[in-house]
């Protein structure tokens, strides 16, 4: 029996090849475009022989189209226009006034080192502008950049994609003499591309949007594979109007749907995320695997130089002087300036240059197309490992392990949250409730207002970088949800404090535990009942000092709400592991109804009041939600 190597096998084997590549690459914490581009090189022609783009015939340029359109889509995805905007003078000079820059260098690069002819140098210098979402949204979640450079980045990454793969088509239709105005063409070309592409896609991504944002009218189930096909359809659309200009359509449709409050939206972002990272591998393995090392090696250890200088002298060169009055401290532009790393656009430009070079005849193509993944590879390695200790040396990182994130903002948490603020430990609240935003504001807190299961919202709360995070909503199983996401998103899930209902039989405290958390409070709690006692100045609030044995203790009565404990000052939260030792200080809800059964209970337990009982009810403002605790609490 002999082995027919078909189309759809080659296919197969590149998209599982892929995937095990990038899950090696995530146990390793390098960058996964390492292993896919030696993976490619070893399954490919020259290696193994597994996997021969040719089989494919023109099926790659298919192949190359509807993984382009779905990784640009989720790329514009990413992208927050209220970021954008407070960095947007930096990240349109480097877009605009880096494409014009990085083409010159990157030209006298390959001109000067490998005594290039001008023509081949500028097409080159065209191949090398992008730098790609592919590869840099995984590094700056990687190693946690501070959140105003990594908009910069994952902007310039996704908007440059777009004006440099559209100069570099013009650029070859310039060198393929078809173009009998060259300037005049060239302007024409990239202007009608770039704007149709983009009408085009703002068009399909408000439809897809308004589709999305009407409950019901998508079947559920089906929102992911109408993106889908909406973000393919769009770039396909887009490219047979204007030849090139689906690039621009799908950046502009994922931008607009992700700016708009879609239904589902988090499941929308997962799913683009997860098919971007398998066509992203699918790509890299088939590209790599179509270049000759032959090619490389013709060009010699003189392409190391011309990487050399296009990190070291083009990019610091673009950054500096696209940030001249942009207000970007020097820490910003020397990270910046370091990293450029190539991704798959270009590689795909690349495979489309040489194509055509050889069908026109033109010598050149494929030693092109050999350097410029010469560039991929060396960049990609180089400044992807170094990143992170580059970003803690600068100290651009995210701060880690500090501070409180509360899910909800209800009543309950805003008084925690407070005695926490007013400690001087930072804290934030999240909550889909604009009622319940407000109230925190007004009572001086941040709040950011979305779906805590919501990623996006996540990544503004800056989840990672928190030491402790309270899920405190009056639904038990919004909080596990929450807790669940957390533990598996997270390698290292900060503390996680988890509110449950005794009265249910939904989350039990094993199921907690069994996520890393633990429940918060001490024991299961019926936050509906306390939140509405809080409504109606149906809660005392008391401080009483721990004089007890550490250790096992009898446990306080239902109509009692331990809030945090002191510690030589420092407040912490009261959960199921908790154990007091003589001398806490802990802040305690009483129930007002069940006052002198709480009092009879104190009588009789190591239990002391601090200077005296505080017994002002919790007051809450005529036609307010928002408890406020009295001052002398």
Request: with cysteine; glycine share 10%; charged share 20%.
């Amino acid at each position: 029996m002999t082995l027919e190597w078909t189309a759809a096998l080659v296919f197969a084997l590149a998209l599982l090849a892929g995937v095990i590549a990038q899950a090696i690459g995530r146990h390793a914490t390098v960058p996964g475009i390492i292993f896919l581009l030696g993976t490619g090189i070893a399954l490919g022609p020259d290696g193994l022989g597994i996997v021969d783009p040719a089989l494919l015939g023109s099926g790659l340029d298919s192949i190359i189209g509807f993984a382009v359109a779905v990784i640009l889509f989720e790329g514009g995805m990413r992208l927050d226009l209220a970021q954008l905007r407070k960095q947007k003078t930096v990240i349109r000079r480097l877009v605009l006034g880096g494409a014009v820059l990085t083409t010159g260098g990157a030209a006298l690069a390959a001109h000067w080192i490998l005594d290039w002819d001008w023509r081949r140098a500028l097409l080159f210098g065209t191949l090398v502008i992008v730098t790609g979402p592919t590869v840099i949204s995984p590094l700056v979640r990687r190693i946690r950049l501070a959140p105003s450079l990594a908009v910069v980045l994952e902007a310039e990454g996704v908007f440059v994609d777009a004006i440099g793969a559209t100069i570099a088509i013009v650029a070859l239709e310039l060198a393929l003499g078809s173009a009998s105005d060259p300037l005049g063409t060239a302007a024409l070309g990239m202007l009608k591309r770039i704007g149709t592409g983009a009408a085009i896609g703002s068009c399909g991504g408000l439809l897809l949007g308004a589709a999305l944002r009407v409950r019901k009218l998508v079947p559920r189930g089906m929102e992911n594979i109408l993106a889908l096909s909406a973000a393919v359809a769009v770039y396909q659309l887009s490219q047979a109007i204007v030849p090139e200009s689906g690039i621009s359509a799908s950046i502009a449709a994922g931008l607009v749907v992700g700016n708009l409050r879609v239904h589902r939206m988090e499941e929308l972002a997962e799913f683009k995320e997860q098919l971007t990272t398998l066509l992203i591998g699918l790509l890299f393995v088939l590209l790599a695997a179509d270049v000759r090392m032959a090619d490389v090696a013709a060009i010699g250890p003189r392409a190391l130089w011309v990487v050399a200088a296009l990190m070291v002298v083009v990019r610091p060169a673009v950054v500096w002087l696209s940030s001249i009055g942009a207000g970007l401290a020097w820490r910003d532009k020397l990270f910046i300036s370091w990293i450029g790393p190539r991704g798959i656009v270009a590689a795909a430009v690349a495979t489309v240059f040489a194509s055509a070079l050889t069908r026109h005849g033109v010598a050149g193509g494929t030693e092109l197309r050999a350097l410029v993944f010469i560039v991929i590879a060396m960049t990609v390695t180089l400044q992807g490992l170094s990143a992170g200790p580059l970003a803690s040396l600068l100290h651009l990182r995210r701060a880690s392990n500090t501070g409180y994130l509360f899910l909800g903002a209800n009543e309950l948490a805003i008084l925690l949250a407070k005695r926490f603020a007013r400690a001087g430990i930072a804290v934030e609240l999240v909550d889909t409730s604009s009622e319940h935003a407000a109230a925190a504001e007004a009572a001086g807190l941040k709040v950011i207002y979305g779906n805590g299961l919501d990623r996006r919202t996540l990544a503004k709360a800056r989840v990672d970088t928190r030491s402790h995070v309270v899920a405190v909503t009056a639904s038990e199983s919004v909080n596990m949800l929450f807790a669940q996401k957390l533990a598996d998103e997270l390698q290292e899930p900060p503390r996680l404090l988890v509110a449950i209902d005794p009265s249910s039989t939904g989350v039990a405290p094993e199921m907690v535990h069994k996520v890393g958390g633990t429940v918060l409070f001490g024991r299961g709690v019926e936050l509906d009942s306390w939140l509405v006692r809080m409504r109606h100045k149906g809660v005392e609030l008391v401080r009483k000092m721990y004089v007890g044995p550490e250790g096992p203790r009898d446990p306080l009565p239902d109509q009692v709400l331990p809030l945090y404990r002191e510690r030589e000052g420092v407040p912490r939260l009261i959960d199921d592991k908790t154990e007091l030792r003589d001398g806490d200080i802990v802040e305690l809800a009483l129930a007002i109804e069940a006052r002198e059964a709480i009092d009879a209970w104190f009588a009789t337990q190591p239990w002391q009041d601090v200077v005296e009982a505080r017994h002002e009810p919790v007051l809450v403002k005529p036609g307010s939600t928002t408890a406020e605790t009295p001052k002398a609490a």
